[in-house]
């Protein structure tokens, strides 16, 4: 599918970088983000600069969006300059923000009124996934579709799992959250109880991440920690957005969430004292008073 035109939309940790690979693979890419500067190496890189969702729509084929929020996402789908407004019949759009599902499927269906086809495709891995290639890609929608671009999304992804209809890739990335997110805790818990027992973190990082307790957390965040680097990989912002969809989510099903519910009131903590551009690595502050 490489004589496929290619629009990508959203420029920051992540997206710069799945653009990139896009590029390097040989395809014909066109981006576009609210700052334009962040698109310049990949305009030096090759990459075709176009000035909104609308000229992105009018010049591909197969359009990427990856925005901070669902108010984004709805923004640049549906908005007055929006995709599904301009893009042309049989083009492909794949949203990769963590979105809510409710958004997904209604942009799946607002997708097929036009003869459009519309995926929510969140992924995980974080600034250095992205960065490697190595993202771990969550597919909801048409499944012959999700086959037909599972190419594509290789460029980028290590695995590519397709979860069911319009809305369930959205599911899939609330239980990743919700997974990391009581595991940040235990990750953080972990290194203060190390050190206030006069031991070497680093010495019992090399222990436990390769046994039972073994995490990506564990492994690529904990020493982040230790070396004082908050640079985001992922935004707490986002994180803590991310935390409330999954909430919203879980109230619809009358679930209850405590370590959901705890890991956010974390983290909205450090939000309000200024943290909220930091990386979720820097949560080990809630105890590092």
């Known amino acids: 599918m490489r004589d496929q035109k290619i629009g990508f939309i959203g420029l920051g940790v992540m997206g710069k970088s799945i653009a990139s690979h896009l590029l390097t693979a040989g395809y014909n890419v066109a981006v576009y983000n609210r700052t334009k500067s962040k698109a ?52 492909y759009l794949i949203d990769l923000t963590t979105s809510t599902p409710t958004l997904a499927i209604n942009l799946f269906t607002e997708g097929e009124k036009r003869k459009l086809f519309v995926l929510d ?24 579709i999700y086959e037909k671009l599972h190419s594509i999304f290789a460029v980028f992804c290590k695995a590519i799992v397709y979860q069911g209809a319009a809305g369930a890739g959205q599911h899939a ?43 990506w957390s564990l492994s690529h965040l904990a020493p982040r920690m230790l070396q004082d680097d908050y640079s985001p990989g992922f935004f707490i ?43 979720t690595q820097a949560i080990i502050k809630y105890w590092n008073k």
């Open 237 to 279: 912002k986002h994180f803590i957005k991310d935390m409330g969809i999954a909430l919203e989510e879980a109230d619809r099903m009358n679930l209850k969430l405590p370590g959901l519910q705890l890991a956010k009131q974390l983290y909205d903590t450090l939000a309000d004292k200024g943290e909220e551009n930091s990386g």
């Open 121 to 144: 495709a969140p992924v995980t891995g974080g600034d250095i996934g992205a960065q490697n290639g190595t993202l771990t890609m969550m597919v909801g929608g048409n499944k012959a």
């Open 40 to 91: 310049d190496e990949l305009i030096a890189a090759g990459a075709k600069w176009m000035d909104s969702p609308k000229t992105i729509a009018e010049n591909s084929n197969i359009i990427f969006t990856m925005v901070g929020y669902p108010e984004d996402v709805k923004e640049v789908y549906l908005g007055e300059h929006g995709l599904l407004n301009y893009a042309k019949q049989g083009s």
């Open 173 to 215: 990335k609330m239980c990743n959250q919700i997974a990391i997110a009581s595991n940040m805790i235990g990750v953080a818990e972990a290194i203060v109880y190390a050190k206030n027992a006069g031991l070497a973190p680093e010495k019992v990082l090399d222990a436990i991440s390769a046994g039972a307790a073994g995490s």
